[in-house]
Structure formats: C-alpha cells, structure tokens
C-alpha cells in the first residue's frame, strides 16, 4: 500500500470491530482513485516549488490542482450511489479548494520570507521544525495576574456547566481586552510569534483567544462504540485541526497533573509521509459533515462514527478516504499503531510547563480528558496574516478600554 496516497494513521476500518460485519461492499476503484490523488499530489508539488506573484498563483493553481480536484469530486459523484455520500463529499471539495488555496498561498510566501530572529525566536522554530510543539512557562505572578483577569468568565463557565454538565464548555473572550494585550506581550517577548513565522516561513499573528473549562462530569470523548461493547481506547481523542493556517497554544490557568486533562502531543507527527491532498480533505470531510441533531440533546462529538447508519456510508467512500480527521477512538489498544504514538506523546503537565504552542494541523495532540478534578485553560489560535497597521491595533484597544470603562470593570 502506497502511504503516499494515504491519511496518516492509516487505518483499516474494514478489520474495525464497529466496521468489519456491516456488509457494505468494498469498492473495486481504489487504483483508479489513488492514481487521481497522486496526481494532486504532483500537482501540489510543482505549484509548492516555484515562486509566483498573487495572480499567476491562482491561475497556476486553477488549472493544475482545482481542475485535478474538480475531475476526482466529478469522479466520485458519479460512482458514489448513495445521495447523503454525495452531498457531503460535494460540500468538503468546494472546502478543499479554498484551503489547499490557502495553503499555497503560504507556501508561496516562504519563497521571500527573510526575518532576523532573537535567539529566543530561533529556539522556537527550531523546536516547531524538530517536534511539531514548542513549550514555555509564564511565570506564577503572569499567571496569577490572567486568573484574576479572568475570573468573571471563569465563574459564567461554571454556571453553565452546572446546567449542563456533560458537554464541552468554553468562551470566546475579546482580542484586545486586558486579557488578550498581556496574552499578546507575553507571545511576542518569548519569541513565540516571529518563532511561528519562520517556521511557516509567513507572518503569524495573535488574533484571539478563548477559556475553556473541564472537568470530571463531562463525557463528550467518551463511549463512542459502547454499542458493541468496545471500551474508550487509550488514544482516544487524537486529532487533527481543520485548515492549515492556524497554530495553536495552550495556556494552562490551573496546575495540570496527569489527573486533570494535560495537552498531549505526538512529537515529531507532522513530518509523517502522507497525502497533502488526503490529508486536507480528511479535514474537510469532517468538518462538512451536518450534524442534525439539536445543539446540546447529546453530548459525544462524533456521531458519524457513533451511529451504524453513518459507519455504513462511511465504508462506501473509496479506500484512501476511509480515514477521520478526530481518529483516536478508532485505533485498537496495545496495537503497534496505538503503541508508537503513546510513546512518542508529550503530555504537558505542570512539570513540563504551563504554555504549549504547536502546529495542530499537521500535528497529532489532544487534551481536556479529565479523570478527576477540573482544568481552567486559555486556547489561543494565531493566524498566518499580515500584522494590523498600528492605526489599526490603537483603534481596537481603546474601543475595548471604553467598553470596560462603561461596564464599570
């Protein structure tokens, strides 16, 4: 099996315990499909490997990989019978286009990207080159200071998960509060956001944050094949973000033990041989997916794997898209596949430090699994863009110092 025209991991649902006896029969293309993504792929390559201005990007773009892309979505309309398969495949190719546009777009830039880094910033690309994830601590008075700041969030995010306990609770706090200014300062002066820039070889920009809240009650990670009997795996969990030009970081407001949800990361997962082109519609696939329940009726986060209905369409989708992009419920326990990524996962503890900063769209991680107690954290997403002229920044914070000011904080 070529990996090259795979998702990583590359799993075998067909040999899964919730996938093997649905009787969905195997699809006789595969060869036809893996030669149409290896020529994405190629495609890819070529337009990654030669610098272009903005336009000649794009139509180099739309008439090498989107007229590639547009011929396998044509492909797969037409030999995919089931309509529900057919629509969410339409939706995730329109998404794939735009962000492998995207993705090329940053790409392109790192044919000119040239930034003198602090020995702090090349530390930080370094470590983002070498392991997917840089990780730092702020100091307990930095610390001390953002739970003070963030305290009346803090108690709205128990309020509401004393409503409703089970799912997934977090608030999206304003860019250029208090908060996000001391947020900012600290990224800048360790180095983390010109370390970010070479690294993607783009200019990478603090632009917001939010405060998540778990603890021992929730079980939306949990039980996903409970239906026959097949326990939370050990890497449950796992998972890719979606797109390609927001990293991450986590700063941890609680002390973190290994009891309470500590971030993991799989070091050295986003250099893994792969299918760009897999992997980023794996992403969209996911992301596409409707979900038509009612927000808030239940709790697990992944019903197209929790419901034999959607397993079943699951396995009409050629082989090299049998994959998920939120796979860790889905590797078997004490496999080689669930052994090698253990091993080589990171878990940042209060030990390890209070702040993890890594690549979550091609990298593995995973956190918020709480066995007991409760975990305060701040996500912070970045974004491959131009920095805001400084008109711009002043404008916005002191629209946020005047709302504080009226609301009397």
């Not at 892309?69 to 030999?79: C, D, F, P, R, S």
């Not at 180095?191 to 079980?219: C, I, M, P, R």
């Not at 397993?311 to 590797?331: K, N, V, Y």
Request: charged residues 25%.
């Amino acid at each position: 099996m070529n990996e090259h025209v795979r998702f990583y991991p590359n799993i075998d649902y067909r040999a899964h315990p919730a996938f093997r006896d649905l009787g969905v029969p195997v699809r006789n293309d595969d060869s036809i499909v893996d030669a149409m993504i290896e020529d994405i792929d190629r495609e890819l390559d070529a337009l990654h490997n030669k610098e272009h201005d903005d336009l000649a990007l794009r139509q180099a773009f739309d008439v090498g990989v989107g007229r590639r892309i547009a011929e396998l979505a044509t492909y797969l309309n037409q030999t995919t019978p089931n309509p529900r398969v057919q629509q969410l495949l339409s939706r995730a190719f329109e998404d794939v286009t735009i962000e492998l546009l995207d993705e090329a777009r940053i790409r392109n830039d790192r044919h000119r990207f040239n930034r003198t880094l602090s020995p702090q910033a090349q530390r930080v690309a370094g470590d983002l080159r070498r392991d997917g994830v840089h990780i730092c601590r702020l100091t307990d008075a930095q610390k001390a200071k953002l739970w003070k700041l963030c305290a009346p969030a803090i108690a709205r995010l128990r309020a509401a998960a004393a409503v409703n306990p089970k799912i997934r609770i977090a608030e999206s706090l304003p860019r250029y509060s208090s908060i996000g200014v001391r947020l900012h300062k600290f990224f800048r002066r360790s180095g983390v956001l010109d370390g970010l820039s070479a690294y993607f070889g783009s200019n990478v920009t603090f632009t917001g944050f939010g405060l998540e809240y778990s603890h021992s009650k929730q079980d939306w990670w949990q039980n996903c094949y409970a239906d026959i009997g097949l326990a939370t795996s050990k890497t449950v969990y796992m998972h890719y973000d979606h797109g390609c030009r927001n990293p991450k970081a986590i700063v941890a407001l609680s002390d973190v033990t290994e009891q309470n949800g500590p971030t993991g990361y799989i070091r050295g997962s986003h250099l893994k041989a792969r299918s760009n082109f897999v992997h980023f519609l794996i992403k969209s696939i996911d992301q596409r997916f409707y979900d038509d329940y009612v927000a808030g009726t239940q709790s697990y986060y992944r019903r197209r794997f929790q419901e034999v209905e959607y397993r079943q369409e699951f396995l009409m989708l050629p082989t090299a898209l049998q994959a998920c992009s939120h796979f860790g419920e889905d590797i078997g326990d004490d496999t080689e596949l669930s052994t090698n990524l253990l091993k080589d996962e990171i878990r940042i503890t209060k030990d390890v430090g209070n702040c993890v900063v890594f690549d979550g769209d091609y990298g593995i991680h995973r956190g918020a699994l709480i066995k007991s107690g409760e975990r305060f954290v701040i996500q912070v997403i970045f974004a491959i863009e131009p920095d805001l002229p400084k008109s711009k920044v002043l404008y916005h914070r002191a629209r946020a110092i005047a709302r504080r000011v009226l609301k009397g904080e």
